[in-house]
């Protein structure tokens, strides 16, 4: 017990949380650009997996990392068109395109890795390029502060940014403030001329992108190769980041960051001898936990509760 | 005056308007209208009458089948909304085209927006807010959320919104039906001021006595035709509405003095939370008796809908008594309730009265299918269903093609026909009407106003919400006033009292003390 406890206390932990916050940051703030323009989105694992997989192949054939990018970027960002064009276009059921996205993107991505290299499970023998890891100077002398903050993975950093870049697109932009209007009344928006169709295809392909590094970040910075299922529910965690931080982007990131310390402590539990599998759930339950707090708060508020028990204390 | 002189006088004239929509139903008949440069046109008729479509064709939202557009001298196509906007055609709608948790200014610029190194620049947005409001005279805080705003102000901003656009003829879809009467007053007060700035004003409406205050002239829709055009001050309000339903309306209903027995319904302190800690309701006590209709007058939103839902059990019970026939109805289910013959007309007729995606027969057998009669063995006895269902429309004079029209193909009157055949056929001994005409036509509305005197006639407690004033002057035994939650006044209506004194204490102006309250409620009583 002490071995937790002290483990739990280290800066490690912290850098630890950091590390595996990593990919729910960005698919919490790819979830939150696209639910701001009104749609019902979760066809988020689908396209971290396509990234993930296509960052791997396409910076293992060109041996550029650069191009592996544009290659995770392009592949996420295909999962998106096809949503868009069914959910918007041909109008079908947003929950259910996700979900046929979702299965299309954990057999679509093993379907691909089997014909690129005849292996069904792992990419390891494609020699595919990482993230660097980044140390930042003085930072990293600094005791306790150093051993947090430096030596992440630079996407870990680029997570970061995207949370103060997402606040900026929304609130302090143009397409921000249409993405927001599209969103919560179609016809407002239509009636002064915005595009509403035009304008969602826009927000899901930020989310897209944004979505495409959580993904490969998986496959190029938290792991060197890609394995089948990867992604394993992170991204329907994000959305749930994003809804328990109620759409504004420093909760959401403070909500992954929760759901990342769960990911965390399994981690820590894993050395014990309780089964890894019961430890592997935590996340999750938490996750569930999480979700059950947000709903039951949109039952009865506090400023209700606290203002019935005022009255009553008036009128006896 | 020449020729030319006389088409100039009209800066839009449409021709010969005929709009047939895909299910067959004609909705405008060869429809001309003309509207003067500078005037205030009203556009008057029942619901059903074509005024929404002929307003859609104008402003793009629909294509005419024949006709044409003629819009200062030039023969225009109107496309859709933004062309008519571009040419300078701006419409206030029914429901507001705003974002709620946007700030006025944001809505003002929303697909306009001024913009300063490559971001949006919200200071620029609240100057242009500033500067238009001030112009008009129309005043407004650019830094205030939409939806903190009451109605009044939110129609404001709709209005600036299109000013901001550089319109020329404003259109606006019946802007009254949300404002209370100082804030119709109010609205009609700035109207005024824009068509001295030479703006033109289509006003739809179908109250009689805001075209007689407000506007010079009047067209007539009846069934998709035009049945009158002319300078309002050659007409009386009589003359009007004639030619709107083609006979002549009652405008005051037939009653007899209420013959009151035991009380039915008591309400003692009754209080209310919303979600945001809101005190809605305060402290209301009320009772109604057998065979007396009593009406809650007060601006929609000063506690009237917790009320009525509370009542009907739609709303979560907090604090206070709630007594039916001497039971409380705390914690009953909403089926208990109505077995116990407690009918409800919602006011949101698309959310609670009616399933809008389903046939009007599933609609008036929604709370009573389980009934033994409505059922032969497992099985639906879809004779009976049909038999009464039929007999229901009928007696209820639902124009329709069959029992299996869809609700949402249905006018919003005869949608509401459909709510009240359900909810009196259940031979009710209490009636919450929760604003039962609100937004109907005329000949709808005393339909159903009557149809409220004769339950009270056969012995049934009513209990009459509505923001209409001449329709709880005209139907109500006595009336209790609402202001911000709580009753302000209560009133014998025996002798009918003015829409003047009631507006007064519904806008809080004037209140009465609890013992003058006290008192008229005991001489009810007694």
Same mark, same amino acid.
């Given at each position: 017990m002490d071995i937790i406890i002290s483990n739990i206390l280290s800066p490690q932990f912290i850098y630890t949380i950091l590390r595996v916050s990593t990919p729910l940051v960005f698919a919490a703030m790819a979830a939150l650009v696209v639910r701001k323009s009104g749609i019902m989105c979760i066809a988020f694992e689908a396209m971290m997996l396509f990234a993930a997989l296509g960052g791997v192949v396409g910076s293992a054939y060109t041996q550029n990392l650069f191009v592996g990018i544009v290659a995770g970027i392009l592949s996420s960002v295909l999962i998106a068109v096809i949503f868009a064009y069914f959910v918007l276009v041909l109008k079908s059921n947003p929950v259910l395109t996700g979900l046929a996205l979702n299965i299309l993107g954990s057999g679509g991505t093993v379907f691909a890795l089997f014909v690129l290299t005849g292996n069904k499970g792992t990419s390891s023998s494609l020699r595919s390029l990482r993230f660097p890891v980044v140390n930042i100077p003085i930072i990293e002398d600094i005791p306790v502060i150093g051993q947090i903050f430096s030596g992440h993975n630079s996407l870990t950093y680029v997570s970061l940014f995207t949370v103060l870049a997402v606040y900026i697109l929304i609130y302090k932009t143009t397409l921000g403030l249409r993405i927001r209007s599209v969103g919560e009344n179609p016809h407002a928006a239509e009636s002064v001329g915005i595009k509403v169709v035009r304008t969602k295809v826009i927000a899901l392909m930020i989310g897209g992108i944004i979505a495409s590094f959580g993904g490969m970040y998986m496959s190029m910075g938290y792991l060197p190769f890609f394995t089948r299922d990867m992604v394993s529910g992170r991204g329907f965690i994000?959305?749930?980041a994003q809804n328990l931080g109620g759409g504004v982007p420093i909760y959401t990131l403070i909500a992954a960051l929760f759901f990342g310390s769960a990911d965390a402590i399994s981690n820590v539990f894993q050395t014990l001898r309780i089964p890894a599998e019961f430890m592997q759930m935590l996340p999750y339950v $938490?996750?569930?936990?999480?979700?059950?707090? $947000?709903?039951?708060?949109?039952?009865?508020?506090?400023e209700k509760t606290k203002k019935i028990k005022e009255i009553k204390g008036e009128t006896t | 005056m020449n020729v030319d002189e006389k088409i100039n006088e009209y800066i839009l004239v449409m021709e010969g308007i005929t709009k047939i929509y895909d299910n067959g139903f004609v909705a405008n008949k060869n429809i001309d209208l003309r509207v003067k440069k500078g005037e205030i046109h009203a556009l008057i008729g029942e619901n059903g009458a074509g005024k929404s479509t002929l307003m859609k064709v104008l402003f793009g939202q629909e294509q005419p089948e024949e006709g044409q557009i003629i819009y200062k001298g030039e023969?225009?196509?109107?496309?859709?909304?933004?062309?008519?906007?571009?040419?300078?055609?701006?419409?206030?709608?029914?429901?507001?085209?705003?974002?709620?948790?946007?700030?006025?200014?944001?809505?003002?610029?929303l697909g306009i927006e001024p913009k300063k190194r490559g971001l949006f620049d919200f200071d620029q947005a609240v100057k242009l807010t500033k500067e238009i409001s001030h112009k008009y005279k129309l005043p407004i805080d650019p830094l205030a959320k939409v939806m903190d705003l009451p109605v009044g102000f939110k129609q404001r901003v709709e209005i600036l919104k299109i000013l901001l656009r550089g319109v020329d003829v404003l259109i606006l879809d019946e802007p009254t039906a949300v404002l209370t009467p100082q804030e119709t007053e109010e609205l009609f007060v700035q109207l005024r001021e824009l068509k001295k700035n030479g703006f033109t004003i289509i006003f739809i409406s179908h109250k009689l006595n805001e075209i007689m205050a407000l506007c010079d002239r009047v067209t007539i829709l009846r069934d998709g035709r035009v049945t009158g055009i002319d300078d309002v001050e050659n007409l009386n309000e009589k003359q009007i509405s004639r030619m709107m339903v083609g006979r002549d309306v009652m405008l005051t209903?037939?009653?007899t003095a209420a013959k009151?027995?035991?009380?039915i319904l008591e309400v003692k302190n009754l209080h209310y939370v919303d979600q945001y800690g809101k005190h809605v309701v305060k402290n209301v006590s009320f009772s109604v008796r057998k065979g007396e209709i009593l009406g809650v007058a007060g601006v929609e939103g000063n506690g009237q809908r917790e009320i009525s839902n509370l009542i009907s059990g739609l709303e979560g019970f907090q604090l206070g008594e709630i007594l039916y026939k001497g039971n409380s109805v705390v914690n009953k289910s909403i089926r208990n309730l109505r077995e116990q013959n407690i009918s409800h007309i919602s006011e949101d007729r698309m959310t609670f009265g009616t399933v809008s995606d389903a046939t009007i027969e599933e609609n008036l057998v929604s709370d009573r299918f389980y009934k033994k009669e409505f059922n032969k063995y497992w099985l639906f006895n879809n004779n009976y269903i049909k038999k009464h269902v039929n007999d229901l429309i009928k007696q209820y004079n639902v124009k329709c093609d069959s029992k299996d029209a869809l609700i949402k193909t249905l006018s919003g009157g005869n949608m509401q026909k459909v709510v009240v055949a359900r909810e009196f056929s259940l031979k009710p001994e209490l009636v919450i009407a929760n604003q039962p005409t609100r937004g109907i036509d005329v000949g709808s509305s005393e339909f159903i106003r009557n149809k409220l005197v004769d339950l009270r006639d056969d012995g049934a407690a009513v209990l009459l919400i509505s923001a209409d004033l001449t329709e709880i002057i005209e139907v109500s035994d006595s009336i209790a006033v609402m202001c911000e939650g709580q009753i302000v006044a209560y009133l014998n209506n025996q002798v009918h009292v003015s829409e003047e004194e009631l507006g007064e204490y519904m806008l809080g102006l004037k209140v009465q003390t609890p013992q003058e309250i006290e008192k008229v409620m005991h001489y009810e009583e007694s």
């Open positions: 994000g959305i749930a $938490v996750t569930i936990i999480g979700l059950m707090f $947000v709903g039951s708060s949109n039952k009865d508020s506090k | 023969p225009v196509s109107i496309t859709n909304p933004l062309k008519a906007l571009e040419l300078g055609i701006g419409m206030v709608h029914q429901h507001f085209m705003l974002v709620p948790s946007l700030t006025v200014a944001e809505n003002m610029v209903i037939d009653k009151p027995k035991e009380k």
